[in-house]
T-cell receptor, first 112, second 116 residues
Framework: KQEVTQIPAALSVPEGENLVLNCSFT??????LQWFRQDPGKGLTSLLL?????REQTSGRLNASLDKSSGRSTLYIAASQPGDSATYLC???????????FGEGTQLTVNP | ETGVTQSPTHLIKTRGQQVTLRCSSQ?????VSWYQQALGQGPQFIFQ???????GRGNFPPRFSGLQFPNYSSELNVNALELDDSALYLC???????????????FGPGTRLTVT
């Protein structure tokens, strides 16, 4: 069973819409959770990092939340723009200094 | 501040050959992690190096090996290449304190390896 799951796998929205991407994890041991953006064929760009002691982090139009009890994190994107089109990945760190376990990503398309 | 860099950008190899990929960590970082990302999948952890020592390994065979140098740059070596090794190889650097406390991981642009 996939340890980290992202739903939906793909999402297409019109420009200006607010949207939520979901990340669920089965292992309740969590040190931190990091959201990334990946453009086609490129590396990962870090968007937000949430430590296990935090409930949310905000950067500009992005807000990420973490609910350890339910094993979920959400990434909220406000007023989406065509430039937001990319694949969004969540990576979970189980312990301090450990590897990140990733979901398979959500491919977002924002249509002008 | 210089970010994480990787070389080469693209590489084509034949099955059975060996390959070396390189990563320069971000200034001030002492930990490097390597990931393999197959097309359409999330990255899979290969191994991590902290202060020149391997500090954790994922579910990859021994023909995947690595090094970290005193300047914290790193190499990933893959022997006896197989077709399934075709993927984007990502390097991530971070700063870790003794005892394991570590911070945000920053990724490089990746090396696209194609095995024919």
């Amino acid at each position: 069973k996939q340890e980290v799951t992202q739903i939906p796998a793909a999402l297409s929205v019109p420009e200006g819409e607010n949207l939520v991407l979901n990340c669920s994890f089965t292992d309740s041991a969590i040190y931190n959770l990091q959201w990334f953006r990946q453009d086609p064929g490129k590396g990962l760009t870090s968007l937000l990092l949430i430590q296990s002691s935090q409930r949310e982090q905000t950067s500009g139009r992005l807000n990420a939340s973490l609910d350890k009890s339910s094993g979920r994190s959400t990434l909220y994107i406000a007023a989406s723009q065509p430039g937001d089109s990319a694949t969004y990945l969540c990576g979970k760190g189980r312990t301090s200094g450990s590897r990140l376990t990733f979901g398979e990503g959500t491919q977002l398309t924002v249509n002008p | 501040e210089t970010g994480v860099t990787q070389s080469p950008t693209h590489l084509i190899k034949t099955r059975g050959q060996q390959v070396t990929l390189r990563c320069s960590s971000q200034s001030g970082h002492n930990t490097v992690s390597w990931y393999q990302q197959a097309l359409g999948q999330g990255p899979q952890f290969i191994f991590q190096y902290y202060r020149e020592e391997e500090n954790g390994r994922g579910n990859f065979p021994p023909r995947f090996s690595g090094l970290q140098f005193p300047n914290y740059s790193s190499e990933l070596n893959v022997n006896a290449l197989e077709l399934d090794d075709s993927a984007l190889y990502l390097c991530a650097s971070s700063f870790s304190l003794a005892g394991g406390l570590s911070y945000e991981q920053y990724f490089g642009p990746g090396t696209r390896l194609t095995v024919t």
